[in-house]
T-cell receptor, first 111, second 114 residues
Framework: GQQVMQIPQYQHVQEGEDFTTYCNSSTTLSNIQWYKQRPGGHPVFLIQLVKSGEVKKQKRLTFQFGEAKKNSSLHITATQTTDVGTYFCAPRNSGNTPLVFGKGTRLSVIA | DAGVTQSPTHLIKTRGQQVTLRCSPKSGHDTVSWYQQALGQGPQFIFQYYEEEERQRGNFPDRFSGHQFPNYSSELNVNALLLGDSALYLC?????????????FGNGTRLTVT
């Protein structure tokens, strides 16, 4: 199945600092989705990236898909305590193949 | 517009027992996927149901089985429970013809096997 590595596994930041998590695949991806799971909650869809080199922004969150469609990143500018949670990338090789989740990056924000 | 609902929210079972978890998909969705999430890990794909048939299956033993009903709701059954089956079981719904559509997750069922 699809193998994806997500780094770092944990990140502790001071409120106001920036945060980035990376998702790397050994194979070319059809698309990639990002999800956020708050402590005690369930994964919630954030964004989907489809095109090579695509960049999408949601307020303080910036998502990027690599030119080779093998890696992706999520960058949060000026973190807030509401950003606390685990961020998962979920790549797809094609069509209706099941969504496979990475191990996630757990973000802690210290106020 | 009802989202994905799962029941029960929590469950405690003894090793060797059997369990059934239930899921109702988001209104308008026809596909249900089940995931197992161990503590501190990402969700692991168990299987996907569409048109009352298992369409895709992850690397889980036959002790894990499922069913989808004509109203698109679904059940996950686990037989001969092991301690290692303790996890959060997540149901996610989507639209099959929109192959890249995002998954909508329920709140999950927390299963503890003692």
């Amino acid at each position: 199945g699809q193998q994806v590595m997500q780094i770092p596994q944990y990140q502790h930041v001071q409120e106001g600092e920036d945060f980035t998590t990376y998702c790397n695949s050994s194979t070319t991806l059809s698309n990639i989705q990002w999800y956020k799971q708050r402590p005690g909650g369930h994964p919630v869809f954030l964004i989907q990236l489809v095109k090579s080199g695509e960049v999408k922004k949601q307020k303080r969150l910036t998502f990027q898909f690599g030119e080779a469609k093998k890696n992706s990143s999520l960058h949060i500018t000026a973190t807030q305590t509401t950003d606390v949670g685990t961020y998962f990338c979920a790549p797809r090789n094609s069509g209706n193949t099941p969504l496979v989740f990475g191990k996630g990056t757990r973000l802690s924000v210290i106020a | 517009d009802a989202g994905v609902t799962q029941s029960p929210t929590h469950l405690i079972k003894t090793r060797g027992q059997q369990v059934t978890l239930r899921c109702s998909p988001k209104s308008g969705h026809d596909t249900v996927s089940w995931y197992q999430q161990a503590l501190g890990q990402g969700p692991q794909f168990i299987f996907q149901y569409y048109e009352e048939e298992e369409r895709q299956r992850g690397n889980f033993p036959d002790r894990f089985s499922g069913h989808q009903f004509p109203n698109y709701s679904s059940e996950l059954n686990v037989n001969a429970l092991l301690l290692g089956d303790s996890a959060l079981y997540l149901c996610a719904s989507s639209l099959y013809r929109a192959s890249n559509s995002p998954l909508h997750f329920g709140n999950g069922t927390r299963l503890t096997v003692t």
